[in-house]
């Protein structure tokens, strides 16, 4: 969905660093092989992290939500040499496709990838996050946020993808429209809860940007 005109937001992705060769790899591969190819970051969104990350200088990442990695490998540029990217997602026959890229890419050895649920897995990683990225079931955000929260560093980062759900944030709810209703209460949380102090950028489908006090 675009929230400006297409003639400027054409503009904008013409006028943005290019990503690498391999990315471009992997987004043809997965608009060939892979169901729901959209969920993709995409070029513009993947330079904007990768930009955000180089920022950061993380040590420590973790992505809720892999899909085919995209998005884990434009987050990585911006690791500290001996930095580390945990990166969760619960289909796990996306697996050996996300691995393969992984290992293409000069990261391989720094990500790792966990397979399962995030609110399980999340609880058992013992590991003081600079970078979080959440972009995964719509329904869970505050429940992430609140296991991830205690586990930033102070001056730490949280992203959070589709914010703005296609606009729908603004529309009328339909009753049976839990994703909605879901990040309507997550974008409340974000603003009011005084750990953090949050930017909502119109960036494709909304990303929020939030800082740990």
């Known amino acids: 969905m675009h929230f400006i005109p297409e003639a400027l937001d054409t503009y904008i992705v013409d006028h943005t660093e290019k990503e690498p060769k391999l990315l471009q790899q992997l987004a043809r591969e997965t608009y060939q092989k892979i169901l729901q190819p959209r969920m993709l970051s995409g070029s513009y969104q993947g330079r904007v992290l990768s930009m955000l990350s180089k920022l950061i200088r993380p040590k420590n990442i973790l992505e809720i939500g892999t899909y085919t990695g995209y998005s884990a490998l434009c987050l990585a540029e911006g690791m500290k040499k001996d930095g580390v990217l945990h990166t969760i997602d619960i289909n796990e026959e996306l697996e050996d496709f996300q691995r393969k890229y992984f290992n293409l890419s000069t990261y391989g050895d720094q990500i ?3 397979i399962g649920n995030a609110t399980e897995i999340i609880p058992n990683l013992d590991i003081d996050f600079d970078l979080i990225f959440i972009d995964a079931d719509k329904p869970n955000y505050s429940t992430y946020f609140e296991l991830i929260i205690d586990k930033m560093n102070p001056g730490g980062v949280i992203l959070s993808d589709n914010v703005l759900w296609s606009g729908k944030v ?18 409340k949380l974000l603003i009011e809860d005084d750990r953090v102090e949050t930017v909502l950028l119109p960036i494709r489908d909304g990303l929020t940007i939030s800082r740990v006090l």
């Open 170 to 187: 603004i529309e009328e709810i339909v009753e049976d429209d839990i994703s909605t209703k879901a990040l309507l209460a997550y974008n």
């Open 112 to 114: 790792h990838q966990h």
